[in-house]
């Protein structure tokens, strides 16, 4: 019982400790959210309220879930690209960010692909939507949009400056369509 008490402390401590050394709030408040989310679920709470057995609740909360790991993702690549450009000077300064550690390469690959994944996650979600058009919108919007950020992650030149900035304003603009998806169509 103390381990598990113990592991159940340390674990989204931790978490939020490695939001704060990668110097990201939006991995913070995702880790915090995600930790009362996951409280909530294991705590005694009205019948009401609870989502065990309760379809509705359930499927509130699998969106909540949803909702929350998608912003983090697109928070976290945000962040990830935003620093790439920016090795230099991190350098001068003695930072260690993660395209000083792994490399630009590996850093914009993995942003590119965490961002892939997350428009996976949300056309499987959208299959699973009871609404045809939600369904149809959701999976095809999504498609497209993986589609147009694959093909644009092509043509960028890490050692270009001008083009991982202009790279890292286009996902910004995917991001608000992403916004846009999940508060207005879900």
């Given amino acids: 019982m103390g381990e598990g008490l113990a592991i159940t402390i340390a674990s989204p401590l931790m978490a939020v400790a490695m939001g704060i050394m990668l110097r990201s709030p939006p991995l913070v408040i995702g880790f915090i959210i995600w930790r009362i989310v996951g409280?909530?679920?294991?705590?005694?709470?009205p019948p009401l309220l609870r989502?065990?057995?309760n379809p509705l609740m359930a499927a509130v909360t699998i969106m909540m879930l949803f909702t929350a790991a998608d912003m983090v993702i697109w928070n976290a690549t945000i962040a990830f690209v935003k620093d790439i450009p920016d090795?230099?000077?991190?350098?001068?300064?003695?930072?260690?960010?993660?395209?000083?550690?792994?490399?630009?390469?590996?850093v914009f690959s993995i942003a590119v692909n965490m961002m892939l994944m997350a428009y996976g996650g949300a056309v499987l979600v959208g299959a699973f939507s009871p609404s045809v058009l939600c369904k149809l919108v959701t999976m095809i919007g999504h498609s497209a949009l993986a589609f147009v950020l694959w093909r644009q992650a092509k043509t960028i030149d890490l050692s270009d400056n001008k083009?991982?900035?202009?790279f890292y304003l286009f996902i910004w603009k995917l991001y608000y369509v992403e916004f846009l998806f999940v508060h207005f169509l879900r």
């Fill in 87 to 106: 090795v230099e000077g991190d350098k001068a300064f003695g930072l260690r960010t993660l395209p000083i550690i792994l490399g630009k390469e590996k």
């Fill in 163 to 166: 083009s991982v900035q202009s």
């Fill in 51 to 53: 989502w065990k057995g």
């Fill in 39 to 45: 409280g909530a679920y294991s705590i005694d709470l």
